[in-house]
Every structure is written in C-alpha cells, then in structure tokens.
C-alpha cells in the first residue's frame, strides 16, 4: 500500500503517529480504495509497512472502529464496514432544547458506535426525540427575529441563532 516504509507518516509533525495511521486509512475508506467488507492489513503489517509499533498500528484500528468505519472481529481481522455514514439534517423548532449524553441501554436499536454520544431533541410537553450525534446536523428553525439572552444588552438580532432554545 504504501510505496516506501512509513511512506504517508510524517514524525516531525507533532501529531500522534497513530492518528496520521487512522487518517491514510481513513481517507481510503472514504475515497473507495477499502471497498465495505474489505479486510484491513493486520496491526503487525501495518506497524512493518508504516514503521511504527504494532501497539501503534493496533491504536489506529481502534480509532477507526469508534468511528465506525471498521469493525474488528476476533479470529477474521478488521473489516471495512463503510464509508463516512450521511449526516440527515433534523430541524429543531423554537421551544425545543438539545442536550447530548452517553447512549443508554434504550439506545442500543440505534447501532451506535462506541463513544458516540445521543442528542435529545425535548418538546415542550414533555415527548423526546433520540438521534446518534455522528449521523445528525441539528438546524434551528426560526420564527421571527432570536431573542436576546441572559444579561446581554439587546443592540440588535443575534448574527449566530441558538441551537436551542429554553
């Protein structure tokens, strides 16, 4: 994959090794170069091809499965699972708040990766609405001009609508 060893790793950026291991590999998941369901070379041919330790390499492929881009299964390797998952936009009307948290068990149907957490969208009465943060943009919706908040002066509509309101 790589034309020269450690070819793609530059170890006087600054930026841990692993993260620029995750990164080449990220990119080629995105680009189509790792197809979905194609294996990944294994933490030690990564560490020899990318001169870097196997704990390195090892890292890196962990990164990408909390990302969701992988998924490491023992005794077969690491799978490509997909490209970058698409992002729906879910429009948050005015009265609603956002918060976010750790998904719960009541999650688990959402097949949410490790270490991603949930938005709540709350109505005001009380109904709730659950969507895993890495496959949402949440968009205000507007109705007339924002309201100034907290002890701020109100010289004007805010440039920067809140997510939420309260």
Request: charged share 20%; with cysteine.
């Amino acid at each position: 994959m790589a034309d020269t060893p450690g070819s793609g790793i530059d170890r006087r950026s600054g930026v841990p090794l692993r993260l620029q291991l995750a990164s080449i590999f990220r990119e080629r998941i995105r680009s189509g170069q790792l197809p979905p369901g194609a294996q990944t070379p294994s933490g030690p041919a990564l560490a020899d091809e990318y001169v870097v330790s196997r704990y390195t390499a090892d890292r890196a492929l962990d990164l990408l499965a909390s990302e969701g881009l992988v998924r490491r299964v023992a005794g077969q390797g690491t799978i490509v699972v997909g490209g970058v998952p698409a992002r729906e936009v879910v429009e948050v009307p005015p009265g609603c708040k956002v918060t976010a948290r750790l998904p719960g068990a009541e999650e688990h149907e959402l097949l949410i990766p490790p270490g991603v957490p949930v938005l709540v969208i709350s109505y005001p009465g009380g109904a709730e609405q659950v969507y895993p943060a890495d496959r949402v943009i949440m968009v205000a919706v507007e109705t007339g001009a924002p309201r100034p908040r907290g002890k701020r002066k109100a010289s004007g509509p805010s440039k920067r609508p809140a997510l939420a309101t309260t």
